[in-house]
């Protein structure tokens, strides 16, 4: 399996190239009520989890990413670019997910800030967009929360692992808004 090689450390997180060998340690924090609203079944096993992560190695413009702590390299979750494609400068950002005791706190913010950082600072890309199942509230908020803007519904867009067919909520930030929105994530990065 082929793997990027990107790696981004800062606020006290380190977004590290996923690897199969990171599933053990991954696979604890998750469940499928966690997992809910996601389009690939929850993985019932480490082994299903490292799978999973072989499965993004090989796919074309995906950057899977672990989520660990910068210091004592501990999991708190994982994170993606994905549909990435420079000649029309655009990424997104998603299959986001953290364990319970990482939600809600600065995992995200520090995860967001530094593939934000990279997509518009590094990349210059245009636009980076990111999407959520209607039905999760969560996600909604927590991406409205880090300054991305409400585009719309895309109607029985999803189809869940459970086989239910939802709506996807669409959310951008384009280059000339990210000065705002990394004003506001440094904020929030720096209570």
């Not at 993985?43 to 210091?71: L, N, W």
């Not at 708190?76 to 939600?103: C, K, L, M, N």
């Not at 997509?119 to 890309?125: R, V």
């Not at 300054?147 to 029985?156: D, K, M, S």
Request: proline share 5%; with cysteine; aromatic share 8%.
């Amino acid at each position: 399996m082929t793997a990027h090689s990107l790696e981004l450390v800062g606020f006290g997180v380190r977004l590290a190239p996923a690897h199969p060998d990171d599933a053990a340690e991954a696979w604890l924090l998750t469940d499928a009520d966690l997992w809910r609203g996601m389009t690939t079944p929850w993985p019932a096993s480490a082994e299903e989890y490292a799978d999973r992560i072989d499965q993004q190695r090989a796919a074309p413009g995906v950057f899977a990413f672990t989520v660990r702590d910068a210091v004592t390299g501990r999991v708190h979750g994982a994170t993606t670019f994905y549909d990435h494609a420079p000649a029309q400068g655009r990424v997104e950002i998603g299959t986001t997910w953290y364990g319970r005791e990482f939600q809600g706190g600065r995992t995200n913010p520090a995860a967001k800030m530094l593939l934000l950082t990279h997509a518009f600072e590094e990349w210059e890309l245009n636009r980076v967009a990111l999407r959520c199942d209607a039905r999760n509230d969560r996600s909604a908020r927590a991406i409205q929360r880090l300054g991305a803007t409400p585009e719309g519904r895309l109607r029985r867009h999803r189809i869940a692992a459970d086989g239910t067919v939802g709506d996807t909520l669409y959310f951008s930030i384009l280059r000339d808004e990210w000065p705002e929105v990394r004003a506001g994530l440094v904020g929030r990065l720096a209570l």
